[in-house]
C-alpha cells in the first residue's frame, strides 16, 4: 500500500484503476467517496495521497519528475468549475468550492510537501491568495509559478497556475538550497527566482504530445470517455517541471 487516489467520478475512478494495474502510476488504493466525507484517519498509513485525483496525472508527473512511489507527497488539484470562464463562476459559493475539505485533512494530518493546479484567470489567483494565506497560517510556506502546456513543446496552451507548499515546522526538511533558514517569504521567492533560471536557460524538455497521450489512453474504448478525462487533467509533462524545478530550490535534490 503505497498511494490513496481520492476520486468521486465513477468513469476516473475505473480509469485509476487500469492504471495502477497496468503500473502506469503508483500502486495504491482508489477512494470514490467525496472529499468532504474523507476523514484524517482514513489516509493514515499512505505515502501519497492524490486528491481530486482525476486520471493519475499527478502521479504520473512525479514519477517523470523522479519522485520514488513511496515517497512522502500530497497533491491536489482542486475543481476549477467555480472559478473557471466556462462555468457559472460561483467562486466560493459553488458546492464544488472543495478547498476547505482539503485545508481540513492538510492541517489534520500535516504532509510534508504539497502539489496543487488551479486556473491561472484573476479568479484563480483570487482563490489562490486564500489557499497561501491559509497554509502560511498553519505554518508551510508556498510558492506558484504561471504556466502552460507551450512551456513544454505542446500544440497548446492550457495555462495553469502549479502551486507548492512544504511544512517547515520542525526538522522535516533540513535546508534550504542556497538561502539558509527557511523562512515562509524567502522560500517562495527561492521558488520563483528556480522557475525564472530554468525557463530563462532554455531547459524546458519538447515532447511528443500523441505519444505520451496514448500512455493514458490504453484500454479506454470509448472517445467520448477519453476526452472527459483528459478535459480535467493537468499536463503532467509540465507538472513534472515544475516538481524539479521546486525540488532543486529547495535543496533536496
Given at each position: 500500500?503505497?498511494?490513496?487516489?481520492?476520486?468521486?467520478?465513477?468513469?476516473?475512478?475505473?480509469?485509476?484503476?487500469?492504471?495502477?494495474?497496468?503500473?502506469?502510476?503508483?500502486?495504491?488504493?482508489?477512494?470514490?467517496?467525496?472529499?468532504?466525507?474523507?476523514?484524517?484517519?482514513?489516509?493514515?498509513?499512505?505515502?501519497?495521497?492524490?486528491?481530486?485525483?482525476?486520471?493519475?496525472?499527478?502521479?504520473?508527473?512525479?514519477?517523470?519528475?523522479?519522485?520514488?512511489?513511496?515517497?512522502?507527497?500530497?497533491?491536489?488539484?482542486?475543481?476549477?468549475?467555480?472559478?473557471?470562464?466556462?462555468?457559472?463562476?460561483?467562486?466560493?459559493?459553488?458546492?464544488?468550492?472543495?478547498?476547505?475539505?482539503?485545508?481540513?485533512?492538510?492541517?489534520?494530518?500535516?504532509?510534508?510537501?504539497?502539489?496543487?493546479?488551479?486556473?491561472?484567470?484573476?479568479?484563480?489567483?483570487?482563490?489562490?491568495?486564500?489557499?497561501?494565506?491559509?497554509?502560511?497560517?498553519?505554518?508551510?510556506?508556498?510558492?506558484?509559478?504561471?504556466?502552460?502546456?507551450?512551456?513544454?513543446?505542446?500544440?497548446?496552451?492550457?495555462?495553469?497556475?502549479?502551486?507548492?507548499?512544504?511544512?517547515?515546522?520542525?526538522?522535516?526538511?533540513?535546508?534550504?538550497?542556497?538561502?539558509?533558514?527557511?523562512?515562509?517569504?524567502?522560500?517562495g521567492k527561492a521558488i520563483w527566482r528556480e522557475f525564472k533560471r530554468v525557463h530563462a536557460a532554455g531547459a524546458w524538455p519538447s515532447w511528443d504530445a500523441e505519444s505520451d497521450v496514448r500512455v493514458f489512453m490504453d484500454g479506454i474504448p470509448a472517445r467520448v470517455g477519453r476526452v472527459r478525462g483528459f478535459g480535467n487533467a493537468i499536463v503532467p509533462q509540465v507538472?513534472?517541471?515544475?516538481?524539479?524545478?521546486?525540488?532543486?530550490?529547495?535543496?533536496?535534490?
Amino acid at each position: 500500500m503505497v498511494a490513496y487516489y481520492n476520486e468521486n467520478d465513477p468513469f476516473a475512478a475505473a480509469w485509476l484503476r487500469e492504471l495502477i494495474a497496468s503500473n502506469l502510476i503508483a500502486p495504491g488504493d482508489v477512494d470514490k467517496r467525496s472529499i468532504t466525507d474523507v476523514r484524517a484517519d482514513d489516509l493514515s498509513g499512505y505515502d501519497q495521497c492524490h486528491f481530486f485525483a482525476g486520471i493519475g496525472g499527478w502521479s504520473y508527473a512525479l514519477r517523470l519528475a523522479g519522485w520514488p512511489d513511496d515517497r512522502a507527497v500530497w497533491t491536489g488539484s482542486c475543481p476549477c468549475q467555480p472559478l473557471s470562464s466556462a462555468g457559472l463562476r460561483k467562486g466560493h459559493a459553488d458546492e464544488r468550492h472543495l478547498w476547505p475539505a482539503f485545508y481540513r485533512l492538510i492541517a489534520e494530518r500535516r504532509p510534508a510537501t504539497v502539489f496543487g493546479e488551479q486556473v491561472a484567470s484573476k479568479d484563480g489567483r483570487e482563490w489562490f491568495s486564500g489557499v497561501r494565506a491559509d497554509l502560511e497560517d498553519v505554518g508551510y510556506a508556498v510558492g506558484a509559478a504561471d504556466l502552460c502546456a507551450a512551456g513544454v513543446g505542446a500544440a497548446h496552451v492550457r495555462q495553469r497556475l502549479y502551486w507548492f507548499a512544504a511544512d517547515f515546522d520542525g526538522t522535516r526538511l533540513s535546508r534550504w538550497h542556497e538561502h539558509g533558514e527557511p523562512t515562509q517569504e524567502t522560500s517562495g521567492k527561492a521558488i520563483w527566482r528556480e522557475f525564472k533560471r530554468v525557463h530563462a536557460a532554455g531547459a524546458w524538455p519538447s515532447w511528443d504530445a500523441e505519444s505520451d497521450v496514448r500512455v493514458f489512453m490504453d484500454g479506454i474504448p470509448a472517445r467520448v470517455g477519453r476526452v472527459r478525462g483528459f478535459g480535467n487533467a493537468i499536463v503532467p509533462q509540465v507538472a513534472a517541471q515544475f516538481i524539479a524545478a521546486a525540488e532543486e530550490a529547495r535543496g533536496l535534490i
